[in-house]
């Protein structure tokens, strides 16, 4: 099963649902809106790709709470991901043994048609 990890009025989440429902594959979304997303989840997908891909610097929240003016280091950052997952990259797709961050439909093409 394809679990995605995001929420709900995210453009690339929108967009990856989309992928996912137009080529009929089954999926569940955790809305992280609605829950929060487990310290373990975050530290077994930092096993699996590296804090710069999962860390959102570009988001709302980065900027709202002025994160880059504490110039952060690895730990720090994984930190501010567990206390506010809107810090999050999204999507964060679990699949098998695959962790796909982002929206790439060239990427998703090749791992689940």
């Keep these: 099963m394809i679990k995605i990890y995001g929420i709900k009025n995210c453009s690339s989440v929108q967009k990856a649902l989309l992928f996912f429902k137009e080529n ?6 955790f809305d992280f809106k609605k829950e929060k997303v ?3 989840s975050i ?10 891909t999962l860390f959102n610097s570009k988001s709302t929240t980065y900027r709202t709470l002025k994160l880059k003016e504490l110039n952060l280091d690895d730990d ?7 206390k506010e997952n809107m810090l999050i ?16 439909e060239e990427k998703f093409k090749g791992v689940f048609l």
């Design 43 to 52: 530290s077994s997908w930092l096993k699996k790709t590296d804090i710069k």
């Design 38 to 40: 487990p310290s373990n």
């Design 24 to 29: 009929k594959l089954e999926y569940s979304l």
């Design 89 to 104: 990259k999204r999507p964060v797709i679990e699949y098998g043994d695959e962790l796909l961050v982002g929206y790439d």
């Design 76 to 82: 720090a950052k994984e930190e501010w991901l567990c």
